[in-house]
């Protein structure tokens, strides 16, 4: 396996599956992961449409895994996004990182969370309850803020 695994797919994650995988085998000192799930929004939401640009998606999260990878001398990284019709309480995205020392592991992470989040051509739009399609959501200067604090670290 590569250092940096990067999928882009419609189907389900099988969260077991994606940590078992990264379970440490004796070379890592540290495995951090973080899944991201679709929120209802107070009741109001069905599913969250998730749109992205086929092939620009995978280059642009390979980009920031290589970068997380080299950045903080990374033993695995893999990064897993969901594209389509997603439910609230089903996962969006996962992170794993591993690596000699859980401070690297911790950080890449989230680099690679923030960068994920503003960076790669993803367009989300709320589908309600009502059955009506809501509008197209907007990015948040909070996460832009989040990017950031990287290029100052």
């Not at 001398?73 to 996962?91: A, K, T």
């Amino acid at each position: 396996m590569d250092r940096a695994s990067v999928s882009v797919r419609p189907e389900r994650i099988d969260l077991a599956a994606e940590m078992a995988r990264f379970a440490p085998d004796g070379d890592a000192g540290a495995v951090v992961t973080f899944t991201g799930y679709c929120r209802d929004e107070a009741g109001r939401l069905s599913a969250l449409e998730l749109e992205h640009y086929p092939g620009m998606a995978e280059r642009e999260i390979a980009r920031i895994a290589g970068e997380a990878v080299e950045r903080w001398s990374l033993l695995r990284l893999c990064c897993i996004h969901r594209h389509g019709l997603i439910r609230p309480g089903e996962e969006i995205v996962f992170v794993a990182a591993a690596s000699l020392h859980r401070g690297a592991a911790f950080e890449a992470a989230s680099f690679v969370m923030d960068f994920m989040k503003t960076r790669a051509p993803f367009w989300k739009r709320e589908h309600l309850v009502d059955g009506t399609i809501g509008g197209w959501v907007a990015a948040k200067d909070t996460d832009d803020a989040a990017t950031d604090r990287w290029h100052r670290l």
